[in-house]
């Protein structure tokens, strides 16, 4: 069974300040997604990694992958309240071709003043 | 930019009855699928769809559910009898082989009574 394990799930940071998402998964996967969902609305796709040691930057986060440890790391660098949303990663598997994904249950971050 | 339309955008509906979600995914897009999220909970895969069949499925995708592509834009979902607990947002997404990201829809909240 495919499992996707995000921490911490609730994240209240300050503005200003840095921070780390981590996604474990379980089996291996040449695909590693990130999703950015704010309150009622769809899954905006931040990051997608397809290799170990990949690395991916827009604005102020960061998306890394480490295929040997199984993790994905997304780190936020000088919050700002716009950032405020529920952040998913997701594991792409391939059945089929199809490649679905494994959501882990998403890390909720309020960024305060 | 091409984007993934879903319809309704709020369906209500009784217990026992029969829903019918509707989506369009990009146009050049072979993969096709609907997720669903809980309230307040993560994203789970139910079904994908290449060429015309289902590709892979979950276990939450019983009896009750199907999907189909009626026409050349068109993929829907149905649920035959509804229940409480299928209460759900309920994303489509589309993907095409080349391109790794998945985009999913505005989503559709169906709200089971």
């Known amino acids: 069974e495919l499992k996707v394990e995000q921490n911490p799930l609730f994240l209240s940071m300050q503005e200003g300040k840095n921070y780390t998402i981590y996604c474990n998964y379980s089996?291996?996967?040449?695909?590693l997604y990130w999703y950015r969902q704010d309150p009622g609305k769809s899954l905006e796709s931040l990051f997608v990694l397809l290799s170990n040691g990949a690395v991916k930057q827009e604005g102020r986060l960061m998306a890394s992958l480490d295929t040997k440890a199984r993790l994905s790391t997304l780190h936020i660098t000088a919050a700002v309240h716009d950032l405020s949303a529920t952040y998913f990663c997701?594991?792409?598997?391939?059945?089929?071709?199809?490649?679905?994904?494994?959501f882990g249950k998403g890390t909720k971050l309020s960024v305060i003043p | 930019e091409p984007e993934v339309t879903q319809t309704p955008s709020h369906q209500v509906t009784q217990m026992g009855q029969e829903v019918i979600l509707r989506c369009v995914p990009i146009?050049?897009?072979?993969?096709f699928y609907w997720y669903r999220q809980i309230l307040g909970q993560k994203v789970e895969f139910l079904v994908s769809f290449y060429n015309n069949e289902i590709s892979e499925k979950s276990e939450i995708f019983d009896d009750q559910f199907s999907v189909e592509r009626p026409d050349g834009s068109n993929f829907t979902l149905k649920i035959r009898s509804t229940k409480l607990e299928d209460s759900a947002m309920y994303f489509c997404a589309s993907y095409r082989t080349n391109s790794y990201e998945q985009y999913f829809g505005p989503g559709t909240r169906l709200t089971v009574t």
């Open positions: 997701a594991q792409g598997y391939s059945g089929a071709g199809s490649y679905q994904l494994t």
């Open positions: 089996t291996t996967s040449d695909r």
């Open positions: 146009s050049n897009h072979l993969y």
